[in-house]
């Protein structure tokens, strides 16, 4: 018998239910959660909703990181509670400022061999310490919190074999920008990546980190790192030595599919407008103005980033045409390079310092100039993601990004003159936990805020025995959440659904017709059902699930798509929308909006394996009738039948 995969032996090692067969339901314990506050918010008005005194895992932390700004009193009203509730719960509170939570977490809490539930899509990073870190909605992170198990299929595992050592100007970041260029960001729904081989050890904590952070660009469940002496070593210098323990697959571990990659071989990349996966070298887009530089996010904001960065700039100045900002990751970072030095030289090149936050990677704040060209060290660079309409956003490491600030024009690095800084982790990070509030004791007497902004999470009703439903909106392949339910200046409103609601595929309204919420509404409001037909990878990007709890507002109970994204499906299921795959090409064709779609008998049609009988009327009278697929257990047909799991009994 072959070996076991480290994916294999964390998830057996947390195994409740199920069996570990690929493609199988398994239900894991789950040692640590995480949220943030655009999505923490709901997930704690969930975990209110369940009447949960106070939360049963290891360790749960509420992180405050994407919604700083403070325009009006909705994100400051979201914090006060975030902080009662946590206390109330038994919850970890990182107050704003102290930084990002993935980065912040695997500096602080992070524990090798652990499983951890995040409601942020980008949770994986902590598989950069040997984690497996799970991204979910905040329904399911409530659930977790509550002490119930985490429901998933068995992922295939991708073995990646690294061998070689990355060359001077070529970063972690190039490594998973390969990997998209190869993987893509759709179809791999229901895997997960592993790494190994001698090429790990020549990779340091933050750079493992910032490849396992985009595994989310790719659609995997996870993507995991082992736990060797560079480990140790991460976790020694942050006063953690005692949470190390040595993890690795099997010598003779089956993979899947295996992967071979020569890191030696890599060179600078750039995922171009508008997909992480829209991969060209450095090299090819030399020239190229840049406007704008942008170095932060949770994948590239480490100490490591931003000292390379720093000992570029030291003596030089920005391009004049060019406008950096520079987002630390953690106030760990930050206090760090304002003790040696380095941040005074980033201030003296040009470089704008903003907050320890998320902030412009979802649109908050920096947006470009029209027709400027971006250039960001971010993770996701979806069109419109950057607050901009029509925006250039690129995605490239920290060595390419800080050399384009410099020259004004994409420049393959190695060609640009200036010695490559050499890493040296420090013996020992500066710890101040200062920022992280712990629970008081159990039976403390805690006041939950809630100010009038706060909502509480929308009822649905079980599912219909007849869906009768109109087709409001047809869309094509790798619609993401962001063109669902925008973030950036709508974010705010993410805990008054009737208000945010409103904004349901904001990206896709045409001017001069009534927007998708006011035509959802119409046909809820008769009494039916509101359908979206999509094309493959629906779903794609962040965890938010007002992705399903909104358009569920509005009325909508079924996606009829080529191909659903994990996290989204699940979030769908959750709050009783069906989500339905073609199982012919040409029935995603022929529908148009404004087709009557019906189902009838749902609850006897909707059977695990069994095929689903869809009716649709198009607009010009055509009746069609065609059979649709879904990979549901029996528990999530009763699930989506009870109207989502807040309608569940026992959860």
Not at 156 to 166: A, D, E, F, H, S
Request: charged fraction near 20%; proline fraction near 6%; glycine fraction near 10%.
């Amino acid at each position: 018998m072959a070996g076991k995969t480290l994916i294999a032996k964390i998830l057996d090692a947390h195994r409740v239910a199920g069996e570990m067969t690929p493609g199988t339901e398994l239900k894991i314990r789950i040692d640590q959660t995480l949220c943030q506050d655009a999505t923490g918010t709901m997930a704690f008005l969930e975990l209110e909703a369940m009447g949960v005194a106070r939360v049963r895992t290891e360790l749960s932390v509420a992180y405050v990181d994407h919604n700083t700004c403070q325009f009006g009193p909705e994100n400051p009203n979201d914090h006060l509670y975030l902080q009662s509730v946590a206390a109330a719960k038994g919850v970890y509170f990182s107050r704003p400022g102290n930084g990002i939570c993935h980065q912040v977490h695997l500096e602080r809490f992070g524990v090798p061999g652990k499983t951890l539930l995040g409601s942020d899509s980008h949770t994986p990073t902590g598989g950069g310490i040997g984690m497996v870190a799970i991204g979910a909605g905040g329904l399911d992170v409530a659930l977790a919190m509550a002490g119930q198990p985490f429901s998933l299929r068995v992922p295939k595992v991708v073995g990646v074999r690294l061998t070689g050592r990355l060359q001077p100007w070529v970063a972690a970041k190039d490594v998973i920008l390969h990997l998209l260029s190869v993987l893509t960001t759709k179809g791999n729904v229901g895997t997960a990546v592993e790494y190994f081989g001698p090429g790990v050890a020549t990779l340091s904590v933050p750079e493992r980190a910032t490849i396992t952070n985009m595994g989310a660009e790719l659609g995997v469940t996870t993507s995991v790192f082992p736990s060797d002496a560079k480990t140790r070593a991460f976790l020694r210098a942050q006063g953690r030595e005692a949470d190390w323990r040595p993890l690795a697959a099997d010598a003779d571990a089956a993979y899947d599919r295996l992967l071979e990659v020569d890191l030696g071989s890599l060179e600078p990349l750039a995922a171009c407008p508008s997909s992480p996966d829209n991969i060209r070298r450095v090299a090819e887009l030399a020239g190229t103005r840049v406007d704008q530089v942008i170095i932060g996010s949770c994948t590239n904001s480490s100490y490591k980033d931003l000292m390379m960065v720093a000992a570029v700039l030291k003596g030089r100045r920005v391009h004049p045409n060019v406008s950096l900002a520079i987002a630390p990751g953690s106030r760990q970072v930050l206090d760090m390079l304002a003790g040696n030095g380095a941040l005074a030289d980033l201030i003296a090149a040009g470089a704008r310092i903003l907050e320890s936050a998320c902030g412009p990677c979802i649109g908050q704040g920096i947006s470009p100039a029209s027709g400027a060209v971006s250039v960001r060290t971010f993770n996701r660079n979806f069109a419109g993601r950057t607050g901009t309409k029509g925006d250039l956003c690129y995605l490239a490491s920290p060595e390419t990004a800080v050399v384009a600030a410099l020259t004004g024009t994409f420049t393959d690095p190695r060609q640009a003159g200036i010695a490559c800084p050499v890493w040296r982790q420090p013996r020992q990070f500066r710890v101040d936990d200062g920022m992280v509030l712990p629970p008081p004791p159990p039976g403390t007497a805690v006041t939950v805020v809630r100010k009038e902004t706060i909502g509480a999470p929308p009822a649905c009703t079980p599912y219909p025995e007849r869906l009768d439903g109109e087709l409001l909106l047809k869309v094509g392949d790798k619609i993401t959440t962001d063109h669902i339910m925008p973030a950036g200046a709508f974010l705010k409103y993410r805990s008054n659904i009737p208000v945010y609601a409103k904004a349901v595929f904001h990206p896709l309204n045409q001017e001069g017709r009534p927007t998708f919420a006011e035509r959802a509404m119409a046909v809820r409001d008769q009494g039916r059902q509101g359908v979206v037909v999509a094309g493959e990878s629906y779903g794609q990007g962040s965890s938010r699930e007002h992705a399903a709890i909104c358009p569920m507002y509005l009325g909508v109970r079924l996606i009829l798509a080529l191909g659903f994204e994990r996290i989204h499906a699940a979030n769908l299921l959750n709050f009783g929308i069906l989500p339905l795959q073609f199982q012919d090409r040409a029935d995603y064709e022929r529908l148009a909006e404004g087709a009557r779609i019906v189902i009838d008998d749902v609850r006897g049609q909707l059977r695990p394996g069994a095929p689903v009988t869809v009716q649709a009327t198009l607009p010009d009278g055509t009746v069609c009738r065609f059979a649709c697929r879904h990979a549901l257990t029996a528990d999530e047909v009763a699930l989506v039948l009870a109207g989502g799991r807040l309608n569940v009994s026992g959860s």
